[in-house]
């Protein structure tokens, strides 16, 4: 971390961004680092490659974050007077879009901040960790080192908020005692868990409600002798339900948490692609799963990919592709 605290000992122009689709982790991390940089009065902005859910737009600096998807020719003007790059919890370009190529093209220091598998080497100076149990907890790490007296109420929400949703409230094999270290210090600085827990995970819709119910009544399928199963998801599934972004985050854990499952997937169809997101417990990687057969990735449990194809071949292919691997589900 010395490398990364000496380059930020001179005033910069910086620039932050995240993953497409981005989540707790990745908007709370973005927010904290943002608030943390621009009271060391550098000059800061935060672009994400879309929009976000609405359960996450409170964070302090929140109205801040450009949109790359409704802004691009800003922000690629913009991109061009960066000196420094924060590329925060994402391990290569191809995970934020069009943008990706912008910053790939930029003469700006680019620092990975991360946790994930195998990050492609864009960067110039990193802190990875795949122990993390997430990108926030990397970022408060940083943070501390260069200042801890800089630790506020609103940068600790930020953090508290990235850790909680990344470790499925703390119920992952990620949760360490140093996060709960780290917890505890969020909490002196006057972090209320019961607030910020009722903004991320009771402010559901009655149309987010009702497309969960469909799913587990009308879409679960369990296969692989019980070890296995999925919920496939059609555009005009998520538009009968009157979709908006977020809808569908936490649909995949219902299906893991049958009894004997080991392994989980939602598959939605979008307009261009579809979507996998992958879960499993136990020894099964779906990680290796995902970057064998779906352009994919992420951590051993937790992992995401993505064909551009119908939605049936899609099926097809998964169906496919995981009966190959039936024996190793039952571990």
Same mark, same amino acid.
């Given at each position: +971390?010395?490398?990364?605290? =000496?380059?930020?000992?001179?005033?910069?122009?910086?620039?932050?961004?995240?993953?497409?689709?981005?989540?707790?982790?990745?908007?709370?991390?973005?927010?904290?680092?943002?608030?943390?940089?621009?009271?060391?009065?550098?000059?800061?902005?935060?672009? &994400?490659?879309?929009?976000?859910?609405?359960?996450?737009?409170? +964070?302090?600096?929140?109205d801040?974050?450009?949109?790359?998807?409704?802004?691009?020719?800003?922000?690629?003007?913009?991109?061009?007077?960066?000196?420094?790059?924060?590329?925060?919890?994402?391990?290569?370009?191809?995970?934020?879009?069009?943008?990706?190529?912008?910053?790939?093209?930029?003469?700006?220091?680019?620092?990975?901040?991360?946790?994930?598998?195998?990050?492609?080497?864009?960067?110039?100076?990193?802190?990875?960790?795949?122990?993390?149990s997430?990108t926030a907890?990397?970022?408060?790490?940083?943070?501390?080192?260069?200042? =801890?007296?800089?630790?506020?109420?609103?940068?600790?929400?930020?953090?508290?908020?990235?850790?909680?949703?990344?470790?499925?409230?703390?119920?992952?094999?990620?949760?360490?005692?140093?996060?709960?270290s780290?917890?505890?210090?969020?909490?002196?600085q006057?972090?209320?868990?019961?607030?910020i827990?009722?903004?991320?995970? =009771?402010?559901?819709?009655?149309?987010?409600?009702?497309?969960?119910?469909?799913?587990l009544?009308?879409?679960?399928?369990?296969?692989?002798?019980?070890?296995?199963?999925y919920?496939?998801?059609?555009?005009?599934?998520?538009?009968?339900?009157?979709?908006?972004?977020?809808?569908?985050?936490?649909?995949?854990?219902?299906?893991?948490?049958?009894?004997?499952?080991? +392994?989980?997937?939602?598959?939605?169809?979008?307009?261009?692609?579809?979507?996998f997101?992958?879960?499993?417990?136990?020894?099964?990687? &779906?990680?290796?799963?995902?970057?064998?057969?779906?352009?994919?990735?992420?951590?051993?449990?937790?992992?995401?990919?993505?064909?551009?194809?119908?939605?049936? &071949?899609?099926?097809?292919?998964?169906?496919?592709?995981?009966?190959?691997?039936?024996? =190793?589900?039952?571990?």
């Open positions: +971390m010395n490398d990364i605290k =000496e380059l930020l000992s001179v005033k910069s122009n910086i620039l932050i961004t995240t993953h497409v689709n981005p989540d707790g982790d990745a908007i709370g991390s973005s927010l904290a680092l943002y608030n943390f940089l621009t009271k060391l009065d550098h000059e800061v902005t935060v672009v &994400v490659p879309n929009d976000y859910p609405d359960y996450l737009k409170w +964070m302090k600096s929140d801040k974050i450009l949109n790359f998807s409704d802004r691009s020719d800003e922000i690629e003007l913009l991109i061009k007077d960066i000196q420094i790059i924060f590329c925060l919890d994402f391990n290569n370009l191809s995970r934020i879009n069009e943008l990706g190529k912008l910053i790939e093209e930029s003469s700006a220091k680019k620092v990975l901040i991360d946790h994930h598998l195998n990050p492609d080497d864009f960067y110039d100076l990193k802190y990875h960790n795949v122990d993390a997430a907890e990397l970022v408060y790490d940083l943070m501390s080192f260069i200042d =801890e007296d800089l630790l506020d109420k609103d940068i600790s929400e930020c953090i508290y908020t990235g850790i909680l949703t990344d470790t499925g409230s703390f119920r992952f094999s990620s949760t360490t005692s140093k996060v709960h780290i917890i505890a210090k969020l909490l002196d006057g972090v209320r868990p019961e607030q827990g009722k903004t991320i995970y =009771e402010s559901n819709s009655f149309d987010k409600l009702k497309l969960l119910g469909y799913s009544s009308e879409k679960l399928k369990v296969i692989c002798d019980g070890k296995a199963a919920i496939a998801l059609t555009r005009k599934d998520l538009l009968d339900y009157n979709y908006r972004k977020g809808d569908t985050e936490g649909i995949v854990n219902y299906a893991l948490s049958i009894s004997g499952v080991n +392994m989980a997937t939602l598959i939605i169809e979008t307009k261009d692609r579809i979507k997101s992958f879960r499993s417990s136990g020894n099964f990687s &779906v990680n290796k799963f995902a970057n064998n057969y779906f352009n994919g990735g992420g951590h051993k449990n937790a992992a995401g990919g993505s064909i551009e194809d119908k939605l049936s &071949v899609a099926l097809d292919k998964f169906l496919e592709s995981i009966s190959k691997h039936k024996e =190793e589900l039952n571990y």
